[in-house]
Nanobody, 116 residues
Framework: QVHLVESGGGLVQAGGSLRLSCAAS????????MGWYRQAPGKQRESVAT???????NYADSVKGRFVISRDDAKNTLYLQMNSLKPEDTAVYYC??????????WGQGTQVTVSS
């Protein structure tokens, strides 16, 4: 089992910044990749950014150049630095971990609201 807990969401004005954190616990050694997803009201959940165990990263086109995904292995924590936020970034953000056998673990989500 892998347990994920997100924090850092909130309300911010357009153009502002937020940093999300995701603390992982449990079978950390089984994790092959981690990422951030988001789901806006009435929309499907979408991938925002991912990071592989190699450190390779991937971003959705809509956030490239504005968001940065990183991890601190010593703290078992995943981060998402979000800059130049836009109202369309408003969503519930979920932390995701892909473990052995491609099993997906999810956090409970944290709300990010960007006001115009």
């Amino acid at each position: 089992q892998v347990h994920l807990v997100e924090s850092g969401g909130g309300l911010v004005q357009a153009g502002g910044s937020l940093r999300l954190s995701c603390a992982a616990s449990g079978r950390i050694f089984s994790i092959n990749a981690m990422g951030w997803y988001r789901q806006a009201p009435g929309k499907q959940r979408e991938s925002v950014a991912t990071i592989q165990s190699t450190g390779s990263t991937n971003y959705a086109d809509s956030v490239k150049g504005r968001f940065v995904i990183s991890r601190d292995d010593a703290k078992n924590t995943l981060y998402l630095q979000m800059n130049s936020l836009k109202p369309e970034d408003t969503a519930v953000y979920y932390c995701n971990a892909i473990a052995e056998h491609d099993y997906h673990y999810w956090g409970q989500g944290t709300q990010v609201t960007v006001s115009s």
